[in-house]
């Protein structure tokens, strides 16, 4: 069937719609709002709700010399403004309102929008300020770029079994009898029924044939719609959210009073179960509703109520897609809405009630979720089906509400990548340590970045969504204030091994100012944001990792002790032998030994291991009382323990082919190395990184890291006792692979060989903890002093 | 007659009784929130007025519902503030 022109005229001089633009103050340049007005009719048949909307973006602009910026957006926040007071005098017109952020806590703020009084024929523009008290305004300057509040792209693919025409839905709105009084008649698709809700619905052109032919298969279960999905759908690929959706018009589905569904959500709600969710959707051609269905105009009651139920069904899918609960779930069974079930309304209403009194339009509620609801509980892939801080989440959904900055989102490509990355499966209580990973995409630009990766320096934050599907910024137990430490990537030439183009740092998130955050087994996942300097947003991949069970009852019984401030926190300072934190230097201790043939005892007994790598320094009191508090050495260095200690751990690690422990074992025989040159056993330290080299050479590693690996063992090997311990008194091994630091090793190796490198400001900003000793201060307070005067 | 068990159920165990004689008897029910709808079946009913008791044990709740076989085709049931309800139709359900 030809496709038929269904367009109205759009208001020529309304204000309402999309609008665009730059923040011109504080800073030109540096965030993108999209705003939202809906203050006036700006489309036919298309209700005002009376509210403005915007998200905030932040641009990332970088320098290419020789070619314009490399510009990508990164979505921040949203934020509503509910019955703005519009004014109109002498040609302009003034919006004004209060400004409610949907996530976090805010300062309060206004909305001020100043624009003239549209004209036929000329873009609308305005100026946008927010204002909060004592607080500088932020101004953009907007310009209306539709009369659709949103746009998206849906892409319908259709099976080969019933690739008939009508494949799309055309329905008048008086084509059947029963309708309501006074309907204004139009003809209805997908894109004209979303366009009077306020979205532009833009069907791609491209259209799969999915040959569902063989004899065997009858009808589609929620798994086989799903992964049909991810073979079919154009634009699967890519991270998610985006402003996309997927159809799929099937034959029956494999209950066959279904006529179509959202399958595209969790499993507890009958979805396929697999995130991110609402990018697809399904409508049965063979449902009865759809038998009467023919090309063209229909001929008949039964012909023209099977185009209106197929129109329904499409737009009602749709509608799920964009987060949409049913009528009756959100407390409005009497809702005429594309959302409510005809049969349930007539139900409470008498029959055919539904239809003689349906306007083929979402109620206000739903308009308002999507025109100007939260982005990330609107757009496809954004929040979880039935979950986000929206309008339409249920009763008892608030917990899932995700903190500012947790659906943080790209547009375009970015130039760099944040990649975050661990072993998929943790043992029950196991440390959980996650990987962070720069990486310059530049063919042909060098990057500099501030190489700060832990949370503890404020330059990225991580968000962990807990089996419960609670969306926490994970908080680090300190905030430490530094200098930037800038880091060079390069970008890999052709054939070159990767290396120069990144950095990787590994970062402990067990354990942070909230307690522990992986004490329940079950599905996590892991998504970061590196901030930098303040002046890029780029949000990571989102990592999926899972904790196990407890594998005895024994050790269940010791969760109890275990998930303990003293536990903790002995965990987060990778070890500590403060007497406040003894008990939980025990258990660990005691943990470590009992588990030592396990991932478990082995990540502990790095951890215990480290605190008897060196000496521990305590204030405590002087002979006459506390006013004479004196730093003591409470415990010396005990690198043998520390040897015997993680000797099981040696043998774990070698067992396992898990890449993703390479950098564990790397930091397990780093510290070893660390105690065996402070015992003087240069040998055994060879021997050591040999077996190191040859495990990971085995795993795939790169080979700038083995040859650092075989460089630190020749430099040992063939450095004399003297100066080896000279190097183990400054060095420690082990922190340095922590960071991945390329030229960590180097470095050490220079220094072996007698050439004196001035250290960097990164390593004299660390954090004084309980482990600083004295002797270091002294040298990064000379170091520090050579730095200001660099 | 067709039985469909719609809203409020949760992993319930479902019995039901046409005349006393027991049915249907299913265990780990569950309303699929997407739909509206945890399970449909058709369930035999001689012609003229049937009793159909429909037992969650589960929730520790019993509801027998009379119906006239020859005018209900459809028996839709949900569970809604601690009660069992019950929603008839000639035309089969659908659900989206």
Known sequence: MARQTTTAATAPTSISGQYEGEMTSPT????????????????????????????FYQLNKITVPGSPPKVTRVYRESWIVNNPLVKTLNGKVTITGKVTYW??????????????????????????????????????????KSDSFRSLNLEIDVCKSINVEPVLPLCSTTGHPTKPAGVPQR????????????????????????????????????????????????????????????????????????????????????????????????????????????????????????????????????????????????????????????????????????????????????????????????????????????????????????????????????????????????????????ELRLRNLFADMPLTLDSRLNPEYGGVVIYIRRPDGRIIEYAPVMCKLAYTSPKQLTPLLPGQEPGPDRYSEEV????????????????????????????????????????????????????QDYFSYEVGMSLYLEGSRSPHLETGFDLLREMSEKHKNSMLGAKLAMTVANSLTQSFFNLEAGDKGKEKLKL?????????????????????????????LNLSYRQLVSQRV????????????????????????????????????SNLAETIGSTPAHKIEEYAGRHRLWERVRTHDRLASVAGIAELAGVKRPRTVSKKTRTTTSKARPAAKKTAKKSAKKAQKR | M??????????????????????????????????????????????????????VPTKNLAKTFAVESSDTANLGVSIHNGELKGITSKKRFGYA
């Open chain 1, 508 to 559: 402990l998130i067990s354990y942070g100012r909230y307690g522990f955050y992986f004490d329940e087994p079950g599905e996590y996942q892991v998504r970061a944001l590196y901030q930098g300097a303040g002046d890029l947003l780029i949000p990571s991949n989102v990592h999926r990792l899972r904790v196990g069970t407890p594998l005895t009852r024994e050790l269940d019984k010791t969760a």
């Open chain 2, 2 to 55: 067709r039985i469909d068990l719609q809203e409020g159920f949760s992993n319930d165990a479902v019995e039901v009784y046409v005349n006393g004689a027991k049915v249907l008897d299913k265990e780990g029910v569950t309303t699929k929130r997407m739909l509206g709808l945890a399970l449909s079946s058709e369930i035999d009913v001689p012609d003229g007025a049937v009793a159909i008791e429909v037992k």
């Open chain 1, 674 to 709: 660390d105690c065996l040159v402070q015992l003087e056993r240069p040998k055994q330290a060879v021997k050591e990184l040999g077996e190191l080299h040859k495990h990971l050479e085995s795993t795939g590693v790169n080979q700038p890291v083995l040859n650092q690996i």
């Open chain 1, 632 to 660: 003591r050495q409470t415990h010396k260095a005990e690198p043998k323990e520390a040897l015997k200690l993680t000797e099981a751990a040696v043998d774990v690690f070698e067992k396992t082919d898990e890449k993703a």
């Open chain 1, 187 to 434: 003809m209805l698709n997908i894109e004209e029924s979303y366009r009077e809700a306020g979205v532009q619905v833009n069907i791609r052109p491209e259209r799969t044939v999915i040959d569902d032919s063989i004899a065997t298969f009858e009808t589609w279960s929620d798994a086989e719609l799903h992964s049909a999905m991810e073979t079919y759908f154009s634009q699967i690929a890519g991270p998610w959210p985006k402003w996309e959706m997927w159809g799929i018009l099937a034959g029956s589905y494999e209950e066959p009073a279904v006529g179509g569904i959202m399958f595209d959500a969790a499993a507890t709600f009958g979805g396929a179960g697999k995130a991110p969710e609402r990018q697809g959707f399904a409508v049965f051609r063979k449902h009865e509703w759809f038998d009467a269905l023919v090309a063209g105009t229909p001929a008949s009651d039964d012909q023209a109520a099977a185009m209106r139920q197929f129109l329904y069904t499409w737009v009602h899918e749709a509608g799920h897609a964009f987060n949409f609960l049913h009528s009756w779930d959100k407390n409005r069974p009497d809702s005429l809405s594309w959302m409510n079930y005809d049969w349930r309304y007539d139900n409470l209403n008498g029959a055919d009630s539904f239809w003689s009194n349906f306007l083929f339009r979402f109620d206000d509620e739903e308009l308002i979720h999507l025109r100007h609801g939260d982005r990330s509980a609107v757009i496809m892939g954004g929040d979880p089906w039935a979950s986000g801080g929206h309008l339409e989440a249920p009763p008892g959904a608030e917990h899932l509400v995700a903190p500012p900055g947790a659906m943080a989102s790209v547009e375009g490509e970015l130039p760099i990548e944040l990649l975050v990355r661990s072993k998929e499966y943790f043992e029950f209580m196991e440390p959980v340590a996650i």
């Open chain 1, 28 to 55: 030109s340049g540096l965030g993108l709002l999209d705003l939202r007005i809906d203050v006036d009719k700006r489309y036919p048949n298309s209700p005002i709700m009376k509210r403005v909307s915007g998200d």
């Open chain 1, 103 to 144: 996530k976090g806590i805010h300062p309060s703020s206004t909305l001020k929008i100043t624009m003239s009084v549209p004209q036929p024929g000329v873009t609308p523009s305005c100026i946008v300020s927010f204002t909060r008290p004592g607080g500088q305004a932020a101004v953009y300057n907007c310009t209306k």
